[in-house]
């Protein structure tokens, strides 16, 4: 496994990609920067970055890009990072050469050259999630670095795109998370395609010079202030800035480039054809002929990305993925498009990016703004969004989850982007009830049963970890759960689990019980806890001390956990459990009691996607305040006093203080009255 995650690549190749050589003649050499001294205490890892310098200029279906850097190892640590070169590649669209490599120490610079030797790998880094890229790394590794040298190097990449020749994107960051001299960037473009440029999170703009036939965009920013990365921050907020350029403003660019690759296919495998037309006598309506179609190719075609090469744009053939049994999103979402049009159902791909896609309307048009191909049904006038890599999805058109990644690109649309629709859950999607029973008597059991409901997404989600997940495995980690909070409970019986995938909705049920011996132990039943799981502990609680972006709260969240106590000797209340309301998060607690059981109930929900910076500190005391609220302790082995022993009513206490109050004056009054009776005779 780990020679084909990691291992090396033939020299042959490598000479065909990798090559050493000076830097071409339309390369513009740049004075090297001072460090500002002012900005010493903000280097990390021992390196002070000095320059980097990239320089880009235009060729026929391609372009050249040369890039140098410049930093200086100012510690110990810098050693480790400064001392070696990793230059990563396509093969198939990528020549690199090493232009310089050069050491200057005391003044005296170095020339190293020659005497490097490349070590080339083929790292799959997402190997594990069944995503292959193909892409190498040229590592090299500097001889006699020391602390004080100043490193400075340069390559150039030679790229002809596979799709879309003709198109170019190209996108830096103005701002470091560290101190740098000089950013600069060039681009040489010809003057009859004007380039498009877009700032985000900057009002930093080019120079732009005239050179012959072409016009020459430069960007200089001299020693800019180190930026602070900060945690949980909404992918549409610019928390840097940086600069979008690209050949074209329009989407359609991008669809003109891959659109004649997702043709719907109309010819499939007889057996795979067998089951379109089954779905279709069976399933008269085009809604249930969707859901069978997208279950289908969700569950009998499992997810491998071969992304290498033209790969990482063009999908296979439909009939090549159904005899392999394996496909990526691409290959999938076609696949998909191709059934749904078979079963009369008028689908198209469409392209999506599942970490930054809800930023993608802040960004210039380019392929790679995209990681993710899914499928655009219509029906009628409803349309559906449907992610064929998912897989054991529940629902039916009406209530299975649509997959939000922010905006999508249909590639048979009008050439824009479109937003996805992001729901509300308006019931909870996860509902927990824990049924406590105490025993009735001194050699019995305390029972526990609990009976958790997974609705929606949630229920997707939970059916992929029974699937993942044996049913013995799950019991362990429950019953260690609860074993953490009430000792030496056991098991009662099997775990039960009810999956409606029609409906979308999974129970399942657990059964406990503790011996009375066990609850009296360490007085656990003078100090019952009682706590609803997973109920606002996962929000996210960055730092507030400098904090200038919002935090983002992801995906709405609706949760619901009840816990009822039985057969108690007293009756509880609840009313020191407290309600938090916010713009941001919602816990909405209630109770309810006679003299033999208690009830409380939480729901839990977040009512807000991201909380604004300046509302930070209020929501970090509500996400505490929910902590509070959820988490109590009861002495469950207190006793109302027998209803022959008084006939007061011990839950009024206001009624026993003046029954009191008039039997003591009744016992003054009365020897009172007899001694003024006395002294009148």
């Known amino acids: 496994m780990l020679i084909l995650l990691v291992g090396p690549v033939s020299s042959a190749r490598a000479d065909d990609t990798v090559g050493k050589g000076p830097a071409a003649s339309w390369i513009k050499q740049v004075d090297i920067p001072a460090a500002d001294p002012a900005r010493a205490d903000q280097i990390k890892n021992g390196i002070s970055w000095l320059l980097a310098d990239e320089q880009i200029i235009h060729r026929d279906h391609g372009y050249d890009d040369y890039t140098r850097t410049v930093y200086k190892i100012v510690d110990r640590p810098g050693l480790e990072q400064g001392a070696?070169?990793?230059?990563?590649?396509?093969?198939?669209?990528?020549?690199?050469?090493?232009?310089?490599?050069?050491?200057?120490?005391?003044?005296?610079?170095?020339?190293?050259?020659?005497?490097?030797?490349?070590?080339?790998?083929?790292?799959?880094?997402?190997?594990?999630?069944?995503?292959?890229?193909?892409?190498?790394?040229?590592?090299?590794?500097?001889?006699?670095?020391?602390?004080?040298?100043?490193?400075?190097?340069?390559?150039?990449?030679?790229?002809?795109?596979?799709?879309?020749?003709?198109?170019?994107?190209?996108?830096?960051?103005?701002?470091?998370?560290?101190?740098?001299?000089?950013?600069?960037?060039?681009?040489?473009?010809?003057?009859?395609?004007?380039?498009?440029?877009?700032?985000?999170?900057?009002?930093?703009?080019?120079?732009?010079?005239?050179?012959?036939?072409?016009?020459?965009?430069?960007?200089?920013?001299?020693?800019?202030?180190?930026?602070?990365?900060?945690?949980?921050?909404?992918?549409?907020?610019?928390?840097?800035?940086?600069?979008?350029?690209?050949?074209?403003?329009?989407?359609?660019?991008?669809?003109?480039?891959?659109?004649?690759?997702?043709?719907?296919?109309?010819?499939?495998?007889?057996?795979?054809?067998?089951?379109?037309?089954?779905?279709?006598?069976?399933?008269?309506?085009?809604?249930?002929?969707?859901?069978?179609?997208?279950?289908?190719?969700?569950?009998?075609?499992?997810?491998?990305?071969?992304?290498?090469?033209?790969?990482?744009?063009?999908?296979?053939d439909p009939a090549t993925v159904i005899q392999s049994g394996f496909g990526d999103c691409k290959d999938k979402a076609l696949l998909?498009?191709?059934?749904?049009?078979?079963?009369?159902?008028?689908?198209?791909?469409?392209?999506?990016?599942?970490?930054?896609?809800?930023?993608?309307?802040?960004?210039?048009?380019?392929?790679?703004?995209?990681?993710?191909?899914?499928?655009?049904?219509?029906?009628?006038?409803?349309?559906?969004?449907l992610d064929a890599t998912n897989y054991l999805q529940g629902g039916n058109a009406d209530n299975f989850p649509q997959p939000d990644y922010g905006f999508a690109l249909p590639i048979f649309g009008n050439g824009a982007l479109e937003k996805m629709p992001s729901p509300e859950p308006k019931n909870p999607t996860i509902n927990v009830a824990e049924d406590f029973s105490f025993p009735n008597q001194a050699d019995g059991h305390l029972t526990l049963t609990v009976l958790s409901t997974y609705e929606g997404g949630d229920a997707d989600g939970m059916r992929s970890k029974l699937a993942s997940r044996s049913v013995s495995d799950l019991s362990d980690a429950y019953l260690k759960y609860y074993s953490k909070r009430y000792p030496g409970i056991e098991s009662a019986a099997k775990l039960e689990i009810l999956d409606n995938r029609d409906a979308n909705i999974i129970n399942v049920k657990e059964n406990y019980q503790l011996s009375a011996q066990a609850l009296a132990a360490n007085n656990l039943a003078k100090n019952f806890p009682i706590k609803a799981a997973d109920l606002g502990t996962d929000m996210p609680t960055p730092t507030i001390v400098g904090r200038a972006g919002p935090i983002s709260l992801g995906s709405p969240i609706y949760r619901r956990h009840t816990i009822t106590v039985s057969n108690l000797k007293a009756r509880f209340s609840g009313e020191d459990i407290k309600s938090v309301v916010t713009p941001y998060l919602s816990l909405k607690s209630s109770w309810n009691n006679t003299p033999t059981t208690f009830e409380v109930q939480w729901d839990f929900r977040t009512q807000a996607t991201q909380v604004p910076a300046q509302a930070i500190g209020d929501y970090l005391k509500s996400v505490k305040d929910v902590g509070d609220n959820i988490d109590w302790t009861y002495n469950f082995a207190y006793r109302d006093e027998p209803a022959d022993a008084s006939p007061v009513d011990s839950q009024n206490p206001g009624q026993e203080l003046i029954i009191m109050l008039v039997m003591l004056s009744l016992l003054v009054a009365g020897p009172l009255f007899l001694v003024y009776r006395l002294g009148k005779s």
């Open 336 to 385: 998909l498009t191709s059934a749904l049009a078979r079963l009369g159902i008028s689908a198209q791909v469409a392209l999506a990016d599942l970490d930054r896609g809800r930023a993608l309307d802040q960004h210039l048009p380019a392929l790679r703004d995209f990681d993710h191909a899914i499928v655009k049904a219509t029906i009628g006038a409803k349309t559906y969004w």
């Open 84 to 316: 070696s070169i990793d230059l990563q590649f396509d093969p198939s669209r990528h020549k690199v050469t090493l232009n310089h490599l050069r050491i200057i120490r005391d003044g005296a610079v170095l020339d190293r050259l020659n005497d490097v030797k490349f070590d080339i790998f083929r790292q799959e880094k997402d190997a594990e999630k069944g995503i292959y890229d193909g892409w190498l790394t040229a590592h090299v590794n500097v001889d006699d670095v020391r602390v004080g040298d100043v490193v400075d190097y340069g390559e150039t990449y030679e790229i002809t795109p596979l799709v879309g020749k003709d198109l170019f994107f190209y996108s830096f960051s103005t701002e470091w998370e560290e101190p740098v001299g000089l950013i600069r960037t060039s681009i040489v473009w010809p003057a009859s395609q004007p380039l498009a440029i877009k700032p985000r999170g900057t009002g930093i703009k080019p120079v732009i010079s005239a050179s012959g036939a072409d016009s020459v965009y430069l960007w200089e920013i001299a020693n800019p202030k180190p930026v602070k990365v900060e945690d949980n921050v909404p992918v549409d907020f610019p928390a840097w800035g940086s600069i979008d350029v690209s050949s074209s403003a329009s989407w359609q660019s991008v669809i003109d480039a891959v659109q004649p690759y997702y043709k719907p296919a109309t010819a499939f495998p007889a057996a795979f054809a067998a089951k379109l037309d089954e779905i279709a006598s069976k399933h008269p309506l085009p809604d249930d002929r969707m859901i069978q179609a997208m279950r289908l190719v969700q569950d009998e075609i499992r997810y491998v990305s071969l992304s290498m090469g033209s790969g990482s744009y063009i999908p296979r």
